[in-house]
């Protein structure tokens, strides 16, 4: 068998290393001559940047490390492929190295973007007739990819969000003050990891008691009302909400003008802080807002083994699919049965998924706005479950060193 | 032997309830009647507001439980005694509470704060000739109570703060651009937990490159040179900053003046924040700000081992105090060996310890003022090592409920 490649782009995921580990295992299988791993996503083809992932990888320990490592053991992009009739020249040289490397196949782990890039090169690879076989394995915490029934890396996250909401629960429980605590949770266009919070409640605590997303229009009275009428319920009223809510014009909420701190810089707050002004203006009752930050997608010590063990699935799938003979595809993944829960590997065209986006359908949304369905939270508690068995030295995560990307 | 009460008070840690595990532990050993829990801080003393403790906790199982969970299982206040010449009625309604109650002995778990309430008790109570017996357990993630080794809660607070930061490392590490990433930390008089950051370091990442303590004059021009410089060294540098850096005047790095988002608020910033904006606005280099917020001090999930099991000693060991009829005392930590570590409980005079902070000595720092020593690193490593085994149902943590609280 000839040789192939792979690469990561797009943002950081805790299972991104797993689908990696899952590519570098199914290559093994299939018996590639050699597996290349391309440095920051497709750039690294550009410039001849690579590592031989075959020796890096001999040993299974290696590879068990690296699929519980977060982020991208081989860096990322941000690189976005120019419409083939405009400039052909990336395409010429991709495919020069792909013939000098005696490459038979190329796996692309990322997101929305990184799909439209396997779509371009799988079309360019149909018109010239080429072999290389292009297959797009997904990746994002954003779980907004088309056509798959969820999306390696979204569950991890999801279960840092659930676990660090029951935390913040616990935290703001001891105090015999009303207070709020407003959330902030990433999810831009797509308000799937904030509805995950939802999964923070359990048999003693309701929280988040409110949950908003980017898919419905945020209306900051009925919030105010809402906050207010569950003050008189509860003494801590928790309240996640996407990055990404708008209000009925399409709005961020979020955003500020004539700001100056102490050095004189002008200033922007998203939703979490802005919400929490807006309570502290309007209630005048104690509050705060946390953001969770990058820690909710590259928090592996707390992954789920669920996310983790279907991104590795999904990964050595990918490569199946290449050895078939198949190409211009994604994996995709199908629930086959809700009770238990299980799923299977898929694929579809990638050309059917590429610059799409899968929003939270309004069903799964409470006709108020401010809340999820049971459904919803049926669909996202399956994806949490399990945990890595993460080692420690010296007190901290033993994740894989990534030297090169140093 | 008669009964006893405890309460806690302060702000939360991961630790605080494995103090209060230690507390009914040594209790049911020394075969104390009743074991009362008095909710939120003294104030339940105060309002008559407690539960009993005996009953609740029969099951080891559910002390087991309890040493895990995070926050305070009884909650919190932040209420301070008056001066006793000047008002009295707090001394005398708390000490015929504790003749009602046949209380030999009351337990305070708390911080500075709380230890002046065990101080000003322990003066009321030899004056009146009171029997009832007062002590002090210590806890605060600040790590900043005198004549103490170190503090429960610390340690998981830091090993927390370390592991994040090994996954802020990874997430950043990903990109072929030159950025920098302000991690604040907590800490406004004392930069200890600032300090564990130093903890994240290993064999192939040197993150965070720069620590900044409130303990040091924060310089911005001196700190923008040092950016810059490791700018040339490290694609991604990041910083550590403790949230209470002041500059050489001892104004605090944040604050701002004449803002207003959205909705026409005005807005202040923390240090991280600030810092973000100095980077963006004099570097030009893409730059992010992560606060780690309440989730450093609530994060069980990743407790240290050894915190759990001294904050739970300590419990145990103020009970032992009490029993032997001394009173007055809080328990301290004595590190007895540092290869291997090994510590001892001990126990201090309460009024050489209330009030007073003890800050990071100027040994501890290095001359620029933009790090730690290795001395400093060598004291804090064995704090955070062993993990906690925590089990999960439906996916997060299992933690006690606190309904009590709701």
């Not at 020069?96 to 196949?105: G, H, L, Q, T, W």
């Not at 809340?371 to 033993?398: H, R």
Request: charged content about 20%.
């Amino acid at each position: 068998m000839k040789n192939c490649i792979v690469a990561q782009s797009g943002g950081p995921t805790a299972a991104i290393n797993a689908s990696l580990a899952g590519v570098i295992q199914g290559a093994l299988h299939h018996k590639y001559g050699h597996i290349y791993g391309s440095l920051n996503g497709i750039t690294g083809i550009l410039e001849e940047q690579f590592l031989d992932l075959t020796e890096i990888f001999q040993e299974k320990k290696v590879l068990d490390q690296l699929k519980i490592s977060p982020a991208m053991y081989l860096g990322s992009c941000r690189y976005k492929l120019p419409n083939p009739n405009e400039d052909i020249t990336p395409y010429e040289t991709i495919f020069r190295f792909f013939e000098k490397m005696e490459i038979a196949a190329f796996f692309y782990i990322g997101g929305n973007d990184s799909m439209d890039t396997v779509d371009k090169l799988s079309a360019y690879a149909a018109k010239t007739q080429s072999k290389v076989r292009i297959i797009g394995i997904p990746k994002t915490i954003d779980n907004d990819l088309c056509l798959t029934d969820h999306t390696p890396g979204f569950g991890s996250a999801a279960k840092y969000v659930a676990a660090s909401l029951l935390e913040i629960y616990h935290d703001t429980a001891i105090y015999n003050v009303k207070s709020v605590t407003i959330v902030e949770i990433m999810g831009r266009d797509a308000g799937w990891l904030a509805a995950a919070s939802a999964l923070a409640r359990n048999g003693y605590s309701a929280a988040p008691h409110l949950i908003y997303l980017p898919e419905t229009a945020f209306d900051p009275e009925a919030f105010l009302a809402d906050v207010q009428k569950l003050l008189k319920k509860y003494n801590n009223v928790i309240v996640a909400v996407s990055e990404g809510i708008r209000n009925k014009n399409g709005a961020y909420i979020s955003a500020s003008t004539g700001t100056a701190d102490t050095f004189g810089h002008s200033q922007l707050s998203g939703a979490g802080k802005t919400l929490e002004y807006l309570v502290q203006d309007r209630l005048h009752v104690k509050v705060r807002s946390i953001e969770l930050n990058i820690l909710q997608r590259c928090g592996s010590h707390i992954a789920s083994r669920t996310d983790i063990e279907e991104s590795f699935c999904q990964g050595e799938h990918g490569v199946s699919l290449a050895a078939e003979g198949r190409t211009g595809l994604m994996v995709t993944l199908t629930r086959t049965s809700s009770d238990p829960y299980q799923t299977a590997c898929s694929a579809s065209p990638v050309c059917e998924i590429a610059n799409k986006v899968k929003s939270v359908p309004p069903e799964f949304i409470t006709p108020q706005g401010n809340d999820v369905t049971p459904q919803l939270i049926s669909y996202l508690k399956p994806l949490i479950q399990g945990e890595v068995n993460i080692t420690f030295s010296e007190g901290i995560p033993n994740y894989l060193p990534v030297p090169h990307l140093l």
